[in-house]
Structures are given as structure tokens and as C-alpha cells.
């Protein structure tokens, strides 16, 4: 058969093993970097009320379409389609959801490249005195230089490819199996820390108390496109983890499981970052440097600032790494599956790809910055293109697949692992109805306001 795989399939090897790989690739700079600066621009507890509704209606939905697609398959995002809709277009679907994991591993590397040369400052002590706070000039300068940002970029994407080459079990599972639980410990005792600081209070209020004034539609436009970033959907990642997920595993379990956590990450990254934003009378709105620039000034004043700047990047680091490994999954598994490579191969022949992408991107903050396509930079036009684009695209093609191509019977013997587990009563029936009508509803109508705003 044509999608015969040139070597056996992998699998998880335990239940653990697949929540925490699904919340490692969920859990990453969506949460740490993304969150927190969408909530300081959106309003606060507003922007964060409309997303739990998007998570918990639209997006949980659409998981558990990736996770049927997968495990039905048992094959990578283009053969998913190609098998479960033999001789119809869909198959180009699944292509854009692998163009979407390239397009966004490309400047996904570079931020991460950015997370390590951050940690080697912290672990360096920069963060320690006033004189060391490397704020937005020593930000700007970095990034937009030429050698330093590459070599980090490309120190993060080898440390992706060595883990892939392990493969799922002994690479993938073992990894996130041990590096999750680390980083949510670290994220509590820097949540602690920065909700005890006095005057801290005050962005406790604004995480949580809802100010609809400064919440617009594009607000609802970021809140729906970051939930699809921070859950991975769209791009084939939970699609091909589930593929290597066995047939008695709880898909629904799995995916409510994944979702909480991610959720309960951003969250406390939120609790994390803000109170300590407004203890040091910073401004919320910072845009993406919140993390980067307003942070590193925050430890400088802390006491025993360093120590909190060590534990913040470092678990940015391994959040972001968990995330570009899903990600170089979806091309690994296409590659081995559909161009009959072998595992190590793949990873070489995509490595080398990446490498150029990633390097564009990075040199986009510097000496291309004037290399402009729809008058954004590279690196901009990778992250808007597969962002708003190409995920939200592949989540919609994905749910609508799903919902008017796959029968009701299949839907709920893939949700049930085959009559294993009992759904709960008027389930499937709500479920059926998102997926079919509610969802792909609620993505055009953003989708179109996006175009007219
Ligand atoms: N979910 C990851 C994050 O929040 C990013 C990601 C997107 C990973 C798409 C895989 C696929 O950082």
C-alpha cells in the first residue's frame, strides 16, 4: 500500500507518557510569551474570559477531531486524509497542516534560540543588578544582530533534531515525561513569588477582573487564534501524536486532560507575570517583549532576583523545546511515511530545511528588515501567515472534515476506543453539533470580521 511506512510505526508506550507529550507540545511560548502580553493588550480578566469560552466550546471540539483523525489513521497529517478519504482532494489539507508545522517551527526556533541566550545571561548573574538590566536597547540590539541569533537558533534546533531522531518513545515520551512535571513546579514557585511581592495585588485584580472597554473584536479575533496556537491545533501535531496513541487509550479523557493543563499553564503564567508587572509599576501592555525586556528588569529588583530569572528561562526553554519537537514531528512523520525515509534521514533532510528558514527569520529582525512580502518582515510573515492563516484554516477544514465526511458511527466508536468507555449521556449529540455547525460557524464569522476589520 502506498502509505506504507518504510519502517514499523512507533507507539506511547503508557497513558502518563501521551498526556504529558499532547501538554508538552500544547505548553510552550504560547503560554509563557504569547498569554500573558494578549491579556495585558485585550483587557485582562475580559480577554481571558473570552478564551476559557473559546477553549472549552470550540477548541476541546476540534482536539478531539485531530485526535479521531489520528488514531483512525494511524498515519502522519497528509496520510491521515489520503486514508481516511481515498481519491479526493482532502489529502491537500493535510499538506497545508505540514506546511503549517514548517511555517511555524521556522520562527518558533528563533524565539526559543532567544530563551537560551536569556538563560545563559541569567545563569551568568545579569539579572542581578540595576546596571545589568539589558531592558529594550540590549533586546533590540541582540536580535537584530547577525551571528549571536543564529547560533542560538540553531543550538535550539539541534537539540529538537537529537530528540527526534530517538523517535516517540525512547525520544518524544521519555523527554516530556520527565520535563513536564519539572516545569510546572517552576512555574508555581515563580507564581508564588511574584503574587507575594507587595503591590502585587493590583495585577492579581486585572488578571481576573473583567474590563470589557478595552476589549474590541479583534480582540475575539486574538482570543480564538491564540487557543488554536496555545492547543497546537491546526498544523497536524495532535493529529500525528495521536496517531502513535494505541486503540484502548481514552481519546476524551486525553484531550479534556490536555486542554485543563494548557489552560492551568497560561494561567499561572499570567499569575506569574502580572503581578509582578504591576508590583513594578510596568505597563501591561508591553507587546511581545514582556517577556524579554520587562521581565529581566522585574529580577533585577527582586530579591534573589537571579535565582527567579534562572527558573523563568529555563522553563521557557524546555516549554519551548517540548513545543518544536511536536512540531518536527508532523514533518518527520510525513517524510518517513509518504517520501519512505528513514527516521534519521528525515530529520537531516528537514534539518537542513529549517536551518535556511529559520536563519531568514532571524536575519528579518536585522539585516533583512527591509525584505518586506505584504509589508511585514520574514519573521512577522511566517508567524502571521501560519497563525492566522494556515491553523485556522487546517482547524476548520479538520472539524469540517470530520463532521461531514466521517459517519456518526465512526466518530463515536473512535470516541468511545471501540464501545471501551461509555460517553456521558447527550455527549456525543452536543459534541456532533459543535463539530458540524457551531465550530466551523464561529471560525468563518472570525475569519470574515478579521478580513473586513
Ligand atoms: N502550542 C505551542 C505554544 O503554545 C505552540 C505550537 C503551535 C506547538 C502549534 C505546536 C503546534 O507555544
Redesign the pocket.
Known sequence: MSNQPSEKRDTFASSLGILLAMTG??????????FPYLVGENGGAAFILVYLLFVVFICLPIMMCEFILGRRSQANAFGAFKKLAPGTPWKHVGMLSVL??AF?LSF?SVVGGWSIKYLVMACGLKFTSPEGILSETMFNSFVTSTWPPIIYTLIFLACSGIIIVAGVKNGIEKFTKSLMPVLFVLMVILAVRSMTLPGSGEGVRYLFKPDFSKFTAASGIAALGQAF???????G?ILTYASYVSRSENIVKCSAQTTLL?TLFALIAGCAIMPAVFAYGISPGQGPGLVFVTLPAIFSELPAGGFAAIIFFVSLFL??LT??I??LEVVIAFLIEECKLRRPTAVAVSMSVFVVLAVLCSLSQGVLSHVKIFSLNIFDLFDYVSANVL?TFGALFAVIFVGHKLKREDIEDELSSGGRYRLPKGFASALYFIIRWAAPVVIIGLLVAGLIS
Request: charged residues 5%; proline residues 0%.
Open positions: 507540545s500544547a505548553v510552550g511560548l504560547g503560554n509563557l510569551w504569547r503549517a508545522a511555524i518558533y496556537f496555545s492547543l497546537s491545533l491546526g498544523c501535531t494548557d516549554a519551548a513545543s518544536a511536536s512540531l491553523m
